[in-house]
């Protein structure tokens, strides 16, 4: 299997994007580059990708513009992108602490001071002390508060706002004020003349403490891409001119034989030419067994050998690999957004300006309202209306549960391409399901071998995979790879002849064989009747009956069917509990499907369906209202997964499907479709529960910010509480969200 996702995009690191609405804009910039499409920023991750042929240096420019920084990502390998962007994550992880000691190391005892002593400036010698004390604080504010500072003030040259804007405002609102009043306290009424220098450091203190958990947390969403990467060998043994060879794994080259013995991982993919073992694709699959291998086989890279040794042909490297596919399909879902977060980013983009009118109207209300000292109560409520509303809690909400949701999905083997897909799986009402490949196995297989006239199953099996080793008939390959799987030796056989529409007959140490439908027996007048009861209870299952005889005399009865994969019957149920309508769609015939539908438990199932209809039906049923999903892995299925809400591809099926499908699973069970549905619920809910935090904070924090309750109460937020509160409505939001890493599917 080949998963073809290859990322042609440019990825750049952005640096100086402190919240969602910064997002709007960088992706507003980019887009509006000549040749740029399909803009996509992680604000969680702080990356950005760019579709289209854009040039690098003209995009950098353009995010440049508008008052942040962008680094192209390396070319090089993932892991050295991930170590590089680790660096610079450390590096700024650091920084924000330093800046966090620095800001509360001045602020916290300032706060302690106010807490116990009276912050007014009433004589001289306080004047001199508190005017130290603001020189101090403005140094902190320059040190420690220089990204806010510089980032407002880039926003201000492009005519926009953002979350540095509101910090800024606030805390040099605070510190102004202050100065004024060390400066000329006699300007101001006795009971305004209060300091709050503490404000402004605690705040940038707090903030950058913040961001710093904030760091340090997203880190821990890209587990998911570090352990697959980590899959990766750094080398790989090769057979050249007869001698073996460890060779970097860049130097491999297609065709290259490559041996890997037990307990060492797969470099390449590659098709086994000698020997058998069993392999381990948990990490790829999340099928806890691992798979056997032999000549003729496929092996991907980053599985891992376990028992015997093999040798294989290298046919797909470097970012070709199943593996490599992967994970750019994960790195790719997870820079994408659902509409949700899409209105989260949008709701950013002007929330910072409305903030910004209410805390002018706040201003103006407490002065022209408000108690004395009105000025004073003005300058605390408008410094608290700006950094109370400070949106970085809304912009992380949707990403941070995108990236770990998608990552969690594909440590069990389901591959989600975008975040439009992950967020419609939870709410498909219909599940359409095509029969062959995905209820059942896909390959015909002997079910039953019913033996007559005290016959020998095994002399049965030898005697009939003979006979139709000559065949080109498609059961054929059924009942010799039976006979195979119990080790039966084949004999020649002599006269062998295919009777068109009924059988085969044939001799074998001179009897005379036939085998084929009961119109063959009748044409030999071989008696049945013996066999009536038995042959009708194994049709009333669907399966395919043919009759042997030997010397025209009845010996045994071979069921052949396309087995129920063994747990379908159970997913089934996972689906149908979840309150999905469950359909079945075949191109076999009625019989067939009405027993399969049967035993699986589907009541709605329609038989001897064309490509075209598949896709009919899928569209009658989204035009009635219905969200529909489409599981399917044959290239019939390819339109039908194609035109549904969202398209499941069964992993172990053709490439057309899984490229038609929004989701691929990569193991064969239904399980993972059920799977698949209960994270795409469990991070969705994810999302609303980060959304509803962060909306309810702001909206509910801003009104008691600008004093509502004060009339009431005496109630008024101390700037210092809002700066704390911003703080930690974000780690809030991204601890809720790592809370997904944990999540484990109801397998009821």
């Not at 950058?208 to 899959?231: D, H, M, N, P, Y």
């Not at 408008?382 to 999905?409: R, Y």
């Not at 199953?457 to 030898?462: G, L, R, W």
């Not at 438990?601 to 598949?614: Q, T």
């Amino acid at each position: 299997m080949t998963i073809n996702t290859k990322d042609t995009a440019q990825n750049f690191i952005i640096e100086g994007a402190n919240c969602g609405s910064c997002v709007a804009k960088i992706e507003k910039a980019l887009n509006s580059v000549q040749g740029a499409q399909n803009v996509e920023m992680n604000f969680a991750e702080r990356t950005v990708r760019v579709e289209g042929k854009a040039d690098e240096t003209t995009l950098i420019n353009a995010v440049k513009n508008i008052g942040y920084s962008a680094k192209p990502m390396s070319n090089e390998s993932d892991q050295d992108t991930l170590d590089e962007k680790a660096k610079l994550d450390a590096a700024h992880y650091k920084k924000l602490m330093r800046n966090m000691i620095l800001a509360l190391g001045v602020g916290a005892p300032l706060m302690i001071y106010g807490l116990i002593f009276d912050m007014s400036v009433t004589t001289d010698t306080q004047r001199i002390a508190w005017f130290l004390v603001g020189i101090v604080t403005l140094v902190i504010m320059a040190i420690s508060g220089k990204q806010f500072y510089n980032g407002a003030w880039q926003a201000f040259k492009n005519h926009a706002a953002n979350m540095d804007t509101l910090i800024a405002l606030g805390t040099g609102t605070a510190w102004l004020y202050s100065m004024f009043v060390v400066i000329a306290p006699n300007l101001l009424p006795q009971v305004a003349r209060h300091v709050y220098f503490e404000a402004s450091s605690m705040i940038i203190g707090l903030i950058s403490l913040g961001l710093a958990f904030e760091v340090k947390a997203r880190g821990r969403t890209s587990q998911a891409i570090k352990r697959l990467i980590g899959l990766q060998p750094k080398t790989a043994r090769v057979i050249r001119g007869g001698e073996e060879q460890d060779i970097d794994i860049s130097d491999v080259v297609k065709n290259d034989e490559v041996r890997v013995r037990p307990g060492e991982k797969i470099p390449v993919d590659g098709d086994v030419i000698e020997g058998r073992s069993t392999v381990d694709e948990s990490m790829l699959t999340g099928e806890p067994m691992a798979a056997r291998k032999k000549t003729g086989d496929k092996v991907v890279a980053g599985s891992i050998n376990k028992s015997g040794t093999l040798l294989f042909k290298a046919t797909h490297l470097g970012s070709e690999t199943t593996l490599a596919n992967i994970i750019n399909m994960v790195k790719r879902a997870q820079n994408s957004k659902p509409s949700i977060g899409r209105l989260a980013d949008v709701i950013s983009g002007i929330f910072v300006p409305t903030v910004m009118i209410i805390a002018v109207l706040a201003g103006l209300a407490w002065l022209n309202f408000g108690p004395e000292p009105s000025i004073a109560y003005a300058v605390v409520a408008v410094t608290t209306v700006l950094i109370i509303a400070c949106p970085c809690a809304l912009g992380l909400a949707t990403p941070m549960s995108v990236m770990v949701g998608i990552g969690k999905a594909a440590e069990s083997g389901i591959l989600i391409r975008n975040g439009e897909s992950l967020q419609t799986t939870s709410k498909i009402t219909t599940m359409i399901l095509d029969k062959t490949g995905t209820i059942t196995q896909g390959t015909p297989q002997v079910t039953d071998v019913v033996t007559f006239n005290n016959s020998d199953e095994n002399t049965v099996m030898q005697l009939v995979a003979s006979l139709e080793s000559s065949s080109e008939h498609p059961l054929a390959e059924a009942i010799t790879a039976h006979a195979k799987k119990q080790g039966l030796a084949l004999s020649k056989v002599a006269d062998f002849n295919a009777i068109t529409g009924k059988g085969v007959a044939g001799s074998v140490d001179g009897q005379t064989l036939l085998f084929g439908n009961k119109t063959l027996m009748d044409k030999y007048d071989v008696a049945v009747d013996d066999a009536t009861e038995q042959a009708q209870t194994l049709a009333s299952d669907a399966k395919t009956l043919m009759y042997f005889a030997s010397n025209n005399k009845l010996h045994a009865i071979i069921a052949v069917a396309d087995p129920i994969k063994e747990d379908s019957v159970d997913a089934i149920k996972r689906l149908q509990n979840k309150g999905i309508h469950l359909v079945m769609l075949t191109g076999d015939n009625k019989a067939t499907a009405q027993a399969v539908a049967k035993q699986v438990g589907i009541d709605d199932f329609i038989a001897e369906v064309m490509p075209d209809d598949k896709v009919n039906e899928v569209t009658k049923r989204q035009a009635n209202g219905e969200i529909v999903g489409m599981t399917g892995d044959g290239i019939n299925d390819a339109p039908a997964l194609a035109q549904a809400d969202v398209g499941f591809a069964i992993g172990t099926g053709t490439d057309v499907a899984i490229e038609s499908a929004d989701i691929t699973l990569m193991r064969g069970s239904l399980h993972g479709l059920a799977d698949a549905i209960a994270v795409s619920n469990a991070t969705i809910s994810n999302i609303k529960q980060n959304l509803f935090g962060a909306f309810i904070y702001n909206v509910a924090g801003i009104p008691i910010a600008a004093g509502v309750l004060y009339p009431f109460f005496g109630i008024l937020l101390n700037p210092v509480v809002a700066g704390a509160a911003m703080a930690l409505s974000s780690l809030t939001v991204v601890s809720n969200a790592n809370r997904l890493r944990f999540f484990k599917p109801n397998k009821s």
